[in-house]
């Protein structure tokens, strides 16, 4: 049972340009999303959040997309570096259930090319 | 910038051995987290821990599986006989409250290999 989904498993952009990675969810009940970015052998490290009474977080080059109706969020980072090379994972939490875990997608290979 | 940290970074075991994982969260974090990722796969939730018990664990977390604070700062997963389908990524996490609205740290993880 996929909750979140990343249905790109990877994804190339050019230095400079635009990368847009997405995510899909199924649970109505998710209420605070987060996107965690992975390098190989690290744990994750936390980029950016949104609650779901938000439709748009912004923090320096990364920005989060919320479309409740839609069940489907994004992040957008501009203007993508060579550094922003990791996987990339959307993950979700229910947090009027009392629940204090996160469901993840399967994430994103993101490679920008110099 | 406070980090959880994880020991050891890589732990291979025999099958049917115990070990045990180690993690130091955050210092003011109440929430405590397991978190593992075998191969190629995705991260998937372990074990929440707070106010010094289970808040919720998943379908892997099993008899096999226990969790501990020992004392004020370190907090260990241990799996009691370990089997080849154990070998993972094991991460530990920490958050100052529940994720209901934060966002959880995560250690840099232990890569156990189960021979």
């Known amino acids: 049972d996929q909750q979140v989904k990343q249905n790109s498993p990877s994804l190339s952009v050019q230095e400079g340009r635009i990368s847009i990675l997405n995510c899909d969810y199924t649970n109505s009940m998710f209420d605070y999303f987060l996107w965690y970015k992975k390098y190989p052998a690290e744990g994750p490290t936390f980029l950016i959040s949104?609650?779901?009474?938000?439709d748009k977080n912004e923090d320096g080059r990364f920005t989060v997309f919320l479309n409740k109706s839609a069940k489907h969020l994004s992040l957008h980072i501009v203007p993508s570096q060579p550094g922003d090379s990791a996987v990339y994972f959307c993950?979700?939490?229910?947090?009027?259930?009392?629940?204090?875990?996160?469901?993840f997608g399967t994430g994103t290979r993101l490679k920008v090319l110099a | 910038e406070p980090e959880v940290t994880q020991t050891p970074s890589h732990q291979v075991t025999q099958m049917g051995q115990e070990v045990i994982l180690r993690c130091v969260p955050i210092?003011?974090?109440?929430?405590f987290y397991w978190y593992r990722q075998i191969l190629g796969q995705k991260v998937e939730f372990l074990v929440s821990?707070?106010?010094?018990?289970?808040?919720?664990k998943s379908e892997i977390f099993d008899d096999q599986f226990s969790v501990e604070r020992p004392d004020g700062s370190n907090f260990t997963l241990k799996i009691r006989s370990t089997k080849l389908e154990d070998s993972a990524m094991y991460f530990c996490?920490?958050?100052?409250?529940?994720?209901?609205?934060?966002?959880?740290?995560f250690g840099q993880g232990t890569r156990l290999t189960v021979v």
């Open positions: 993950a979700a939490s229910d947090g009027t259930s009392g629940t204090y875990k996160y469901i």
């Open positions: 996490a920490s958050s100052l409250t529940g994720t209901g609205n934060t966002e959880a740290f």
């Open positions: 949104i609650s779901s009474i938000k």
């Open positions: 821990f707070y106010n010094n018990e289970i808040s919720e």
């Open positions: 210092s003011n974090h109440l929430y």
